[in-house]
């Protein structure tokens, strides 16, 4: 089996407890409570992958302690950016709660995508590409 691409990458619901329980260790944790999903890429996520220009999920694997957070994605998340970020990873982990018989990594955008780059992506890419590669993750989580 090939490695998995960048852009095939999901974050496990170790992360997602991580991410969040590291912002309330950092005195963020009401901070995130109000925040969008977008608010969270462009003030947290960004910054973080500013220097690297990659994706956090690309952070993560060059991190030693850090690899198991990520794998070949599992579940393909579907979310507005406007919905406030605390309701989708609580919705996300529910999810991993309820599917303990394998292992779970979300396609969350946020984290998946290189942020720096993603939107600069040709329409081609996104009718083509994209859309086999949710297909190929086969599970669609709808928030």
């Given at each position: 089996m090939a490695a998995a691409r960048p852009i095939e990458l999901g974050v496990s619901a170790a992360f997602l407890r991580e991410f969040v329980v590291s912002r309330a260790f950092a005195q963020e944790w009401q901070w995130c409570m109000r925040?969008?999903?977008?608010?969270v890429k462009e003030l947290i996520v960004m910054p973080q992958t500013k220097v690297r220009q990659c994706s956090m999920v690309q952070l993560l694997q060059e991190r030693v302690g850090h690899k198991q957070l990520v794998g070949k994605a599992?579940?393909?998340v579907s979310h507005?950016?406007?919905?406030d970020f605390m309701d989708v990873v609580d919705v996300l982990l529910e999810h991993a709660d309820n599917n303990t018989d394998k292992p779970i990594f979300f396609w969350f955008d946020v984290f998946s995508v290189n942020q720096h780059k993603g939107a600069n992506r040709s329409s081609d890419w996104w009718r083509t590409t994209f859309r086999q590669m949710i297909e190929d993750i086969g599970e669609?989580?709808?928030?």
């Open positions: 925040q969008t999903t977008n608010n599992t579940v393909f507005a950016w406007s919905y669609v989580l709808l928030v």
